[in-house]
């Protein structure tokens, strides 16, 4: 099992910044792979930005070049850097491990983006 909890959302003008964190239960060295997907009211939820146990790292067009992920293996944490934010990255966010056939996830976090 895994157990992960979001931390770090919250209200931003445009083009600011926030940084998103996922803390694991346990050791992330093992989970094939962690990253957030993002979700607004009536559609579906997108993949946002995923890193894997090599560090190879996959973004969603929309963030490229805004976005940064990153996981820190001494901290069993997973990083979601923000920059440059849009009001249409407004979405609740949602870390997600998956390890050993299965897909965990997080509780969520709302990110809001508006003046």
């Known amino acids: 099992q895994v157990q992960l909890v979001e931390s770090g959302g919250g209200l931003v003008q445009p083009g600011g910044s926030l940084r998103l964190s996922c803390a694991a239960s346990?050791?992330?060295?093992?989970?094939?792979?962690m990253g957030w997907y993002r979700q607004v009211p009536g559609k579906q939820r997108e993949l946002v930005a995923s890193?894997?146990?090599?560090?190879?790292?996959n973004y969603a067009d929309s963030v490229k070049g805004r976005f940064a992920i990153s996981r820190d293996n001494a901290k069993n944490t997973v990083y979601l850097q923000m920059n440059s934010l849009k009001p249409e990255d407004t979405a609740v966010y949602y870390c997600?491990?998956?390890?050993?056939?299965?897909?965990?996830w997080g509780q969520g976090t709302q990110v809001t983006v508006s003046s």
């Open positions: 997600y491990a998956f390890w050993r056939g299965r897909t965990y």
């Open positions: 346990g050791s992330i060295l093992s989970i094939d792979v």
């Open positions: 890193i894997d146990t090599g560090g190879y790292t």
